[in-house]
């Protein structure tokens, strides 16, 4: 481990290879490797969600003045979103697939997973990973030990099972190396999409329930980027 100068054009794999390769408990599913320039388009996602976000509330708090009885939960809602939104660091994390690299390396062949490195880049590797998480909405968000062969629902159900306002359709999760798969690709038949130590389950709101924020296009793709933030927060953790 250390901070390594980088010549010009300069791979991902070879920087490792500088480094002397990975100890026998690491993790390289798990890798985080971060990045300036994506922190950067990251914050400016942000504030573009942010942005759109306040012209919701406005035309939001406009509709429910002319509402009988006005529905302040909704309002109150898409404000707290916004806090949330407001506080979210912007990670700057690549995802890579650094298994596949390693091994495409090992066999001397050339890799197009490799990364060509910039300045400032960073390279986490962990140790094994023995936990799946479960958070969103359920009733008791946590890590479970990982058990070959234990399917989605039942990690779900160890947490206590969906809440209410869980919306248990488009429940998707986060991989250990940031990668996102979502309900359509349970269906693979293959299993690859079993869940694995380091998976992140998560359970979104359904926001059908919170009316009328629904008709708000951008509420649930800000729900999905709180939700891929707070796991990336806890990644990153580490360092």
Known sequence: PGVYPIARGEQLSKVIERAGGLTD?????GAIFLREELRDRERLQLEELSRR??????TLSLQLAQEEGGKIQSL???RELGEQL???EPVGRLVINLPSLLEQTRQGRRSDLDVTM????RLYIPAQIQEVTVTGEVFYPTSH???KGMDRTKYVELSGGITRRADEKHIYVVRADGSVETGSSWFDVSGKNDIQPGDTIVVPLNVDL????AR?????????QLAAAAVGAKAIGVF
Do not use: W
Not at 118 to 121: F, I, K, Q, R
């Open 76 to 78: 109150e809602f898409v």
């Open 118 to 121: 910039e300045d400032g880049d």
């Open 216 to 224: 708000f296009a951008s509420i649930s793709k800000i729900i999905f």
């Open 53 to 58: 976000l306040e012209t919701d509330l406005a």
């Open 210 to 213: 919170v009316r009328p924020i």
């Open 25 to 29: 408990i690491s993790f390289p599913r």
């Open 86 to 88: 407001r506080a979210v």
């Open 145 to 147: 030990l990982y058990q």
